[in-house]
């Protein structure tokens, strides 16, 4: 009843045991697993420990006829048998799987906790850490990342970070690639698995031997390494709004409410250097205050968090701002409290984000229409948020042909991220763009 069976598995075996050196102070031994794979063994102490006379030696269980039985023998020996079989389960699978494996694999797979041995399980897990940051924005990329692996791994819940290796990754992205889902995207998506990975090597869960997108990692010489740069590889369209257009866009006489509100939002957005929706949503009236510039005068701003990044950033307000927040709060309602017409729920935390994400699908959904009243050209029907921040900084660009300035605007960290604002566009698209910005 007690006997431990062993997997077949060349060179692996496995024995319950009690640790007779390590004596505890109330005068009890612990029950141990020993470990044995190629000579090599590793000792693991588990929770419950018996008395003399209280193991079996032979059985490797508890003894249950004792007069003096451990008094949870029975509860004992069913955790004992629990362990066997989930042991003989994780090698069979490793085996099954033709996964080399070490004694350290198996425990952690065992004895760490079980939601972050398993690829999906730990997605999960690192989503529910970044919602308690309310980092909802980054949580998102990684439940479209789960999403897009369960359409092509129906087995997903039992994948172990060792199965995630160079053919997985490229059969994942072929996978994409057949079903119609663009490089940009894709793109995304593994580079969202790619801190997945890194994320478990760090916290001693993952697979580095199995590593698919370089040797940072790898232990193995002359494998297959997957470059995202190289496999999904695309010229990314240009998505700014001519200077021609904007001022069209900007004096167009829309006679729809919900057209003019999305018109002087996205302006809005553009004269503060392309914000987000959801920071341009969740600003408050509170968020604005007094100041002074360097020469002494009054000067309102706003600071708020950037949802993508959580950096602090300060926006001055000039009257092109002022202008359209004047627009707004005379001709629609906002919510108590918020500086802009945007949100309509009293909610918070990610309830209230999923209802600015619905706000931004019908925001991106009227400029479309907009843009087919106004009859943009063919490259601008696909109007969406991202145009006022693209926008801005080819404007800024054209005002001051410096790139340190237009790389203040928009708040990046290096020139470097700006250059990948401007760069690609012909001699021709520029000069479209006269001097000085929209409105000055």
């Given amino acids: 009843m007690y006997q431990t069976t062993v997997p077949n598995n060349k060179g692996w075996s496995f024995k319950l045991m009690t640790a007779e050196n390590r004596k505890r102070k109330d005068s009890t031994f612990p029950v141990c697993l020993v470990l044995n794979f190629?000579?090599?063994?590793?000792?693991?102490?588990?929770?419950?420990?018996?008395?003399?006379?209280?193991?079996?030696?032979?059985?490797?269980?508890?003894?249950?006829?004792?007069?003096?039985?451990?008094?949870?023998?029975?509860?004992?020996?069913?955790?004992?048998?629990?362990?066997?079989?989930?042991?003989?389960?994780?090698?069979?699978?490793?085996?099954?799987?033709?996964?080399?494996?070490?004694?350290?694999?198996?425990?952690?797979?065992?004895?760490?906790?079980?939601?972050?041995?398993?690829l999906k399980s730990y997605i999960q897990q690192f989503m529910e850490q970044l919602e308690k940051q309310e980092r909802f924005g980054h949580a998102r990329t990684f439940s479209e990342l789960l999403y897009y692996l369960g359409r092509f791994d129906k087995s997903l819940d039992k994948k172990l970070f060792a199965d995630i290796n160079y053919d997985y990754v490229k059969k994942f992205v072929q996978h994409?690639?057949?079903?119609?889902?663009?490089?940009?995207?894709?793109?995304?998506?593994?580079?969202?698995?790619?801190?997945?990975?890194?994320?478990?090597?760090?916290?001693?869960?993952?697979?580095?031997?199995?590593?698919?997108?370089?040797?940072?990692?790898?232990?193995?010489?002359?494998?297959?390494?997957?470059?995202?740069?190289?496999?999904?590889?695309?010229?990314?369209?240009?998505?700014?709004?001519?200077?021609?257009?904007?001022?069209?866009?900007?004096?167009?006489?829309?006679?729809?409410?919900?057209?003019?509100?999305?018109?002087?939002?996205?302006?809005?957005?553009?004269?503060?250097?392309?914000?987000?929706?959801?920071?341009?949503?969740t600003l408050k009236n509170t968020d604005i205050l007094n100041g002074y510039t360097k020469e002494g005068v009054e000067q309102k701003y706003f600071i708020y968090e950037r949802d993508k990044t959580h950096e602090s950033i300060e926006i001055a307000l000039n009257k092109d701002i002022e202008k359209q927040i004047a627009f707004l709060k005379e001709h629609f309602l906002c919510m108590e409290g918020y500086l802009l017409p945007v949100v309509t729920v009293s909610n918070c935390g990610k309830v209230l984000y999923e209802h600015i994400i619905e706000k931004r699908k019908k925001f991106n959904k009227y400029l479309k229409k907009m843009a087919k009243i106004m009859e943009f050209p063919e490259g601008l029907e696909g109007l969406s948020t991202y145009f006022a921040r693209h926008s801005f900084a080819m404007t800024l660009f054209n005002k001051t042909k410096s790139i340190d300035i237009v790389s203040a605007g928009l708040h990046h960290a290096s020139t470097e991220t700006t250059k990948i604002y401007l760069e690609g566009f012909g001699k021709d698209e520029i000069a479209e763009m006269t001097d000085g910005l929209l409105v000055s």
């Avoid at 090599?40 to 030696?57: E, F, H, M, Y």
């Avoid at 998505?239 to 021609?244: L, S, T, V």
Wanted: with cysteine; hydrophobic share 35%.
């Fill in 38 to 118: 190629c000579g090599q063994r590793k000792l693991v102490t588990l929770d419950i420990s018996a008395r003399p006379g209280q193991w079996s030696v032979d059985f490797e269980r508890f003894i249950t006829t004792a007069s003096k039985a451990h008094p949870d023998a029975l509860k004992c020996n069913a955790y004992l048998n629990s362990l066997a079989a989930d042991l003989e389960e994780t090698v069979s699978d490793f085996t099954k799987r033709k996964i080399p494996f070490t004694n350290m694999m198996i425990i952690e797979c065992l004895f760490v906790e079980r939601k972050t041995t398993k």
């Fill in 176 to 281: 994409q690639l057949k079903n119609g889902r663009k490089k940009g995207g894709i793109s995304v998506n593994v580079r969202s698995l790619r801190t997945i990975l890194n994320s478990a090597i760090q916290d001693n869960v993952g697979s580095p031997e199995t590593y698919p997108f370089s040797n940072r990692y790898g232990t193995m010489t002359g494998k297959k390494i997957f470059s995202v740069d190289k496999e999904l590889k695309t010229k990314t369209r240009k998505r700014f709004i001519p200077k021609k257009y904007l001022l069209q866009f900007y004096n167009f006489d829309f006679k729809i409410p919900a057209h003019q509100r999305t018109q002087h939002l996205f302006f809005f957005s553009f004269f503060c250097g392309g914000i987000n929706f959801v920071d341009m949503a």
